[in-house]
């Protein structure tokens, strides 16, 4: 139990360009989505948290109008990099938790998506 | 949150038990521990998670003394697959929506 899937594992784009990565929690409800993103060598920074059916809070540093989040059911959430450029390439995770307050609700990670900005 | 502190790194080898320890001086009330494991280009996987004292599953233990100022992961008999980078991370489920801030982690590397 407690699968995440993301979509897809890896995309090459063109700068400038607008790309929408898709993380979907297989078999549990997920009241909660975390986005990651990682550089080489580095540990997993995060993004911003998202609950179903409201505005995602971005931590701080991230730009809410580049990284667009949308969680509009229990079991997807999707994350656009809106003009993509290379600095934006990284390796990006998304992570899900079921139902929240319960004290011991574990962060399920997705297997990542690969973004390349050329 | 509560800042974690764990070794850059570890080497060990193959069949030896390894203990890797966190720091987590200024944990909470309701805080949990949470302990995951980290390959090259895949996303963290559970490994473990306690709140005190002693918890054991299929692949790991974990053991946090009554002041839950640190807890320590133990990987009995380890293997060449169980090289990876394992994190630690303390967060409050109830009030930070459990939010988790990842550390540097701890680089593990078991030998033949």
């Known amino acids: 139990g407690a699968v995440v899937s993301q979509h897809p594992s890896w995309v090459i784009c063109k700068s400038g360009t607008s790309v929408k990565i898709e993380c979907r929690s297989l078999?549990?409800?997920?009241?909660?989505m975390f986005w990651y993103r990682q550089f080489p060598k580095q540990s997993l920074m995060l993004m911003a948290t998202s609950n179903e059916g409201s505005k995602a809070t971005y931590e701080q540093g991230v730009e809410k109008d580049k990284f667009l989040i949308n969680h509009a059911s229990l079991t997807l959430s999707t994350l656009t990099v809106t003009s993509a450029h290379p600095e934006d390439s990284s390796f990006y995770i998304c992570?899900?938790?079921?139902?929240?307050?319960?004290?011991?609700?574990?962060?399920?990670f997705g297997p990542g998506t690969r973004l390349t900005v050329l | 949150l509560a800042k974690t502190t764990q070794p850059i790194s570890m080497d060990s080898y193959e069949g030896q038990e390894v203990n890797i320890t966190c720091s987590h001086n200024?944990?909470?009330?309701?805080?949990?521990i949470t302990w995951y494991q980290q390959f090259p280009s895949q996303g963290p996987r559970f490994i473990i998670q306690?709140?005190?004292t002693k918890v054991t599953n299929e692949v790991a233990s974990l053991f946090i003394p009554a002041d839950r100022k640190s807890s320590t992961l133990s990987l009995p008999r380890v293997s060449l697959s169980d090289t990876a980078v394992y994190y630690c991370?303390?967060?409050?489920?109830?009030?930070?929506?459990?939010?988790?801030?990842f550390g540097q982690g701890t680089e593990l590397s078991v030998k033949p």
């Open positions: 992570s899900a938790s079921g139902a929240g307050g319960r004290g011991t609700d574990t962060q399920y």
């Open positions: 200024n944990i909470a009330t309701n805080d949990y």
């Open positions: 306690g709140y005190k």
């Open positions: 991370l303390v967060g409050d489920f109830y009030n930070q929506g459990g939010k988790l801030i």
């Open positions: 078999d549990f409800q997920a009241t909660t």
